[in-house]
């Protein structure tokens, strides 16, 4: 059984590049040479020059004492975190970035949620002399005030995607819109392991440093780069490709992905993909997805909007059907209890998504098991949500 | 021979076409307007199925499409209407839309609902080539349904010979790479596009569409392409309330 992408760009039923004419030349352009490019020598050297010094990799695998103590397991965080601009989105855009300029582009274009994907954009357009346009929805440029200005400082514009939900899966229409218009010289950035193929196959390479380190932090800590769980929140399922891709192959290491229940799962205000999608296609691949009878994709909710997606990538609805994977999903309560608990423990506080994937533990039974939970990013951009649902300052 | 067959066989003057989406702006609105468009000259009819998503599409039919599925507008629904359809026009119908609904509604039913209802021709732009012809192609021929391929200036040669191998309606060229409801802007690089598109000459023949608004843009398109696609444009004229008693003139104003 393959977790991989096949030569038609499908993982099982999964994935393809269901995109209209218009998107056709620019995703067969970078589909036909992401691999080669990716691949030569002076592309790996700069990536891993720039994953070094600039974002500061390898990252920490913390094992984490005081909440290891508390379940009964030997817990470690990868620490996402403490990359440049503070979550793992950053290992993409640099991958992106290095490929666009080889392809000759002069533009870039995202879409964002949490704004931390924006951000991590808006930092290697600056940091390559390039022109950077984020689409944030509405609701979205409210809750993650911080990192709109951080993106706007850095000299990007932000467009506001004011249809729909007016969350991230508008701001990814709104952002393929603009890639329609603009067929020349436009690179289009996609966040998370999402979108038409070779996209989900191409952040999932860029995504998975975060595994391949892991493996050998694990050996230099425990004498064995194997674990017995390895955690994390999903999205559109970056952070856990990334986490999972070195352990895909390792079938005793359980793998388990957790998403964002809202309010509930049944509560109608939810964006637990896996428990209530059905197959459909949205922005480009045929994967799991949110939606009604009549294939009308439903708004999703979270209280955390790097979540806040009604779809998860091609890959982890081929991971959730063979059953590799597990899919679990956490409501806004226990993510944010999670995410204080955190703070207090370990004087570490978590993005909401990644609080996400740590609540999980508390559903856990452990006898002394290895686990490492991916911390995808810090709570920086979150800080005005805890405040005010813990009434603190 | 379906009605778009024998249309582009028989027409000798310049086709035009008209798009609207079902179920705006009342839900039950589509074959009154269906029918006044065939009054009214129309040479046959591109009906939407809205998607919640419509990621090739400006704003008025993204408007049109989310107050059509407010409204209520669905699949079934639109087929249940689409009952009577034979009754009421004779030119040529074709639907179009997004893959998600009609893998939802099923291949095999969407092919089946469409052929008893005497649509024509499909359009769907996000479903990929080969797609179409692993699992889509089969149903569309045994029910005489045209699939209908876009072709941009960006499109390669090879591609689009592909394109014209595929097709057995008409091959839909787009003024530009845009998303739909922008103003055709006629410049010597969408002449010499078009221009190098016709002298390709393809079996297929083929329509402009995207950005055609008025009497200049149609007769523009109709030197290069057996005519034109108006969408937008028209879906701003359902937004006055006495609608359908305007068709005809709107009609009148893109035709002579
Ligand atoms: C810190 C953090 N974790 C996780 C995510 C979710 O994305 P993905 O599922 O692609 O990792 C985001 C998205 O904004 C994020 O900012």
Known sequence: MSYHVNEKGYYGNFGGAYIPEMLYPNVEELRSKYLKIIHEPDFKQEFELLLKDYVGRPSPLYLAHRLSERYGAKIFLKREDLNHTGAHKINNTIGQ?????????????????????????????????????????EVDIERQAPNVARMKMMGATVIPATSGSKTLKDAT????????????????????????????????????????????????????????????????????????????????????????????????????????????????SRSILMQTNDGQVVEPYSISAGLDYPGIGPQHAHLHTIKRAQYVNITDDEALKAGLLLAQLEGIIPAIESAHALAYLEKMKFKGETVVVCLSGRGDKDLATYMNYFGLG | MNRLQTLFKEKKDPILSIYFTAGYPDLNSTLDIAEALEKAGADFLEIGFPYSDPVADGPVIQNSSQKALENGMTLNLLFEQLRDLRKRVSIPVLLMGYVNPVLQYGVENFCHAAAEA?????????????????????????????????????????????????????????????????????????????????AMKLKNPTMIGFGISDKESFNKAAQYTRGAIVGSAFMKLLGAPDYLSRIPKFIQSLKN
């Open chain 2, 118 to 198: 005497g649509i024509d021709g499909v359009i769907v732009p996000d479903l990929p080539m080969y797609e179409y012809e692993e699992l889509y192609r089969n149903c569309f021929e045994q029910h005489q349904l045209s699939n209908i391929f876009l072709v941009t200036p960006q499109t390669v040669e090879d591609r689009i010979r592909k394109i014209d191998d595929l097709s057995n309606g008409f091959i839909y060229l787009l003024s530009s790479s845009a998303t739909t409801g922008k103003n055709l802007a006629v410049s010597t690089d969408t002449e010499s596009y078009f221009a190098r598109i016709k």
């Open chain 1, 97 to 137: 970035i290095l490929l666009a300029q080889r392809l000759g582009k002069k533009r870039i274009i995202a879409e964002t949620g949490a704004g931390q994907h924006g951000v991590a954009t808006a930092t290697v357009c600056a940091l390559k002399g390039l022109e950077c346009v984020v689409y944030m929805g």
């Open chain 1, 173 to 284: 229409n709104e952002a393929m819109r603009d890639w329609i218009n603009n067929p020349v010289d436009t690179h289009y950035i996609i966040g998370s392991v999402v979108g038409p193929h070779p996209y989900p196959d191409m952040v999932a390479r860029f995504q998975s440093i975060i595994s391949e380190e892991t493996r050998w932090q694990l050996k230099e800590k425990t004498g064995t780069e194997s674990a017995d769980y390895v955690l994390a929140c999903v999205g559109g399922g970056s952070n856990a490709v990334g986490m999972f891709y070195h352990f895909l192959e390792d079938e005793q290491v359980k793998l388990i992905a957790v998403e964002a229940a809202g309010k509930g799962v049944h509560s109608g205000k939810s964006a637990a993909t896996t428990a209530l999608g059905r197959e459909g296609v949205l922005h480009g």
